[in-house]
């Protein structure tokens, strides 16, 4: 069971394509994090936002936009995407409160494929 | 940076225990934590350390040792659920909401 919700959780784009991925959570969380998982490779951090500032961007490439509205609400703009981007991309949530476990929670995923 | 280990595999029988260990190589060191992924979906949280010892909860515990760089996740009892990946994640002191991740430990449970 998860508070961070994800849409959508399949994705097929071409190069030129322009699609959007959104995360939602329900937790009364203040941060939101994206993060690419590829097979047999560690989580990567990509963003960071805490009450809705951006707080990290971890050197990703500028054909991924990040979005957030609010505290609630996070979108990932794709653009002109490589096929080596093909990956799950995971949202998660946090507390957002330094100086304790801030445990970070994780949506289900969307599987990006790019042909 | 950081450097997180931790083993790629691990074969256990159902009933019995495994333990999973991890070490890390930091500048700095601010809270580890455990997490499980089944195959094709979120990781969930299962534990965290920031001080050196042992935390229990039911069948999992994590051992955490600072000076030698070191945790460990014990799972007792396995049961066949228990089959899925084991994260182990390293929280950057300089970088507030800073995850680094280790590649992941597969668990298979035979019956």
């Known amino acids: 069971e998860t508070g961070v919700t994800q849409t959508p959780r399949h994705l097929v784009m071409g190069m030129t394509n322009k699609k959007s991925l959104k995360c939602e959570q329900h937790l009364g969380h203040n941060a939101m994090y994206w993060y690419k998982q590829s097979a047999k490779k560690p989580l990567e951090l990509m963003f960071v936002y805490n009450f809705k500032e951006q707080t990290e961007n971890n050197s990703v490439p500028s054909r991924f936009s990040p979005e957030c509205p609010n505290s609630s609400h996070l979108f990932l703009h794709l653009h002109t995407l490589q096929p080596e981007d093909s990956a799950l991309y995971l949202c998660?949530?946090?507390?957002?409160?330094?100086?304790?476990?801030?445990?970070?929670?994780f949506g289900p995923g969307t599987r990006l494929t790019v042909l | 940076g950081q450097n997180i280990d931790q083993p790629t595999e691990m074969t256990a029988t159902e009933g019995a225990i495994v333990q999973i260990n991890c070490t890390y190589q930091t500048s700095g060191f601010n809270g580890l934590f455990w997490y499980q992924q089944h195959a094709g979906e979120a990781p969930t949280f299962l534990s965290y350390n920031v001080l050196d010892g042992l935390e229990e909860k039911g069948r999992f515990s994590s051992f955490l040792s600072r000076s030698k760089g070191y945790s460990y996740l014990l799972l007792k009892e396995l049961q066949m659920k228990d089959s899925a990946s084991y994260l182990c994640a390293v929280r950057d002191p300089d970088s507030w909401g800073k995850l680094q991740f280790g590649a992941g430990t597969q668990v298979v449970v035979t019956p």
């Open positions: 998660a949530s946090s507390p957002g409160l330094a100086g304790g476990t801030d445990t970070q929670y």
